[in-house]
């Protein structure tokens, strides 16, 4: 049998369970490299984080995928001015999870289909996602999808000693 979801724009009733996924995602980060651990103040973060994407509907699009009113899966993405490129705007992917029990049932591919549908109506024509480089299940998930690597970006931590 297959579960049936719904997608849609994320509303502030969401907001409970959209920053418990987030904090999973979160966490799940930090699990592929110490640079990405969690911070005291992550849950409120993630809620400024999320207020954001619901107030600035031009710069931010955040989506949710609902079965039986549970949030079950998230995307969220900054539309960005591109200096010096054609095109011009980007749609970066900054967050995107879905819960264990609802994967490998197309929620994911559905929340990104819908999200590309909705960044013709924005003309926007390039999407990229940024996730830890250590993580191969996104790598796997996002070259399924067509995604190349485009840039690399290199970190360090620094210690105060």
Do not use: W
């Not at 809620?47 to 989506?63: F, G, N, Y």
């Amino acid at each position: 049998m297959k579960n049936s979801f719904e997608i849609r724009r994320l509303e502030r009733s969401d907001f409970e369970q959209a920053t418990d996924l987030l904090l999973r995602q979160k966490r799940i980060n930090g699990e592929f490299d110490s640079a990405f651990l969690t911070s005291d103040k992550a849950k409120e973060d993630v809620i400024k984080h999320l207020e954001s994407k619901v107030e600035k509907h031009d710069e931010h699009i955040a989506l949710v995928a609902t079965s039986s009113k549970k949030v079950v899966g998230i995307i969220c993405v900054d539309i960005m001015k591109r200096m010096y490129y054609t095109p011009d705007k980007e749609a970066r992917i900054t967050d995107f999870y879905v819960m264990p029990e609802f994967r490998r049932k197309d929620v994911a591919r559905t929340i990104y289909n819908k999200l590309v549908q909705m960044l013709k109506e924005y003309h926007v024509n390039l999407v990229s996602a940024e996730f830890p480089s250590r993580n191969p299940m996104a790598l796997a998930f996002y070259e399924s999808l067509g995604f190349r690597e485009m840039i690399s970006t290199y970190g360090k931590l620094i210690s105060e000693d």
